[in-house]
């Protein structure tokens, strides 16, 4: 569904994807864990063409990222970044709403409000949704940016650090979301995560980056594994089975 072929990005010269390859399947979530630097946001900037490849070929969906039309390319994927610029005074619905403009063009009709309120509803929003942006917790705010998102209504997804800001309810919630809507709406999602072990109890798959290359993909317990680790984030870790999932615990 989403195949990365031998993705090389450069920023002034300085290459950042390094020849990466990946092949993701529909459905299920795959998690990009890896350094900071590593790569993950580039990579996401590429798969949804917000930077342009240097060589390489991406396709989502069987549409090639580099020459799809824009418009076929917003129903296919939608992104929630890793920094969002937009103006705070929106309110949480108005925000949810601009998910919407590829369908409504700007006109919303029925169908693209019901989405919205259902969008707003996933993510506990619906008491909030006459609130302006500048007017929440840092928590609350992520969630209306996932709002955007869901409303976009997309075979695809992909979250760079969706969990930031979040306390550990609201990041237990919004990842059983994120599997809801993998497991229950067919979604694929892409998800950008530095919890190693949330990943790994939440993910079909984990892809780890290191220095603009995948060093490995696989199941949660092929890459949390000690060698892996060490090998991603130098650093030492042991790996236990909780709830027959993987679990990494760093040494001092
Ligand atoms: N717009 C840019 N111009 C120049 N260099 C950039 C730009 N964006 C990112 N980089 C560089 O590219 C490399 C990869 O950055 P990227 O943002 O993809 O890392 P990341 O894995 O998402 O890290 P983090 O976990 O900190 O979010 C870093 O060395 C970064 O400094
Ligand atoms: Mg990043």
Redesign the pocket.
């Given at each position: 569904m989403i195949r990365v072929e031998q993705a090389v990005l450069a920023?002034?010269g300085?290459e950042?994807l390094k020849g990466l390859s990946a092949s993701i399947p529909s459905g299920g979530v795959t998690s990009v864990i890896?350094a900071?630097?590593?790569?993950?946001?580039?990579?996401l900037s590429a798969m949804s063409r917000l930077a342009p490849l240097r060589s390489g070929r991406i396709t989502v969906g069987g549409l090639d990222v580099s020459t799809a039309p824009s418009r076929a390319l917003a129903r296919m994927l939608a992104v929630l970044r890793?920094e969002n610029h937009v103006t705070l005074r929106l309110t949480v619905r108005e925000l949810a709403a601009f998910g919407r403009f590829p369908h409504s063009g700007g006109r919303l009709r029925a169908e693209d409000l019901e989405r919205v309120e259902e969008a707003l509803g996933f993510v506990s929003l619906g008491a909030l949704a006459e609130r302006r942006l500048d007017e929440l917790s840092g928590g609350q705010r992520q969630r209306a940016f996932i709002a955007m998102v869901l409303a976009q209504d997309t075979e695809v997804l992909m979250l760079d650090?969706p969990l930031s800001s979040l306390d550990m309810r609201h990041s237990v919630e919004v990842m059983r979301l994120i599997c809801t809507l993998a497991d229950e709406h067919g979604k694929t999602v892409v998800v950008?995560i530095?919890d190693v072990n949330l990943a790994a109890r939440c993910s079909d798959s984990l892809l780890a980056?290191k220095d603009g290359q995948a060093v490995c993909h696989g199941a949660p317990e092929e890459v949390v594994r000690p060698e892996v680790l060490r090998e991603v984030f130098d650093v030492e870790a042991d790996v236990h089975r909780i709830g027959g999932r993987p679990f990494a615990v760093p040494r001092w």
């Open positions: 920023y002034g300085v950042v890896g900071n630097g590593a790569g993950k946001s580039t990579l890793q650090e950008v530095h980056l």
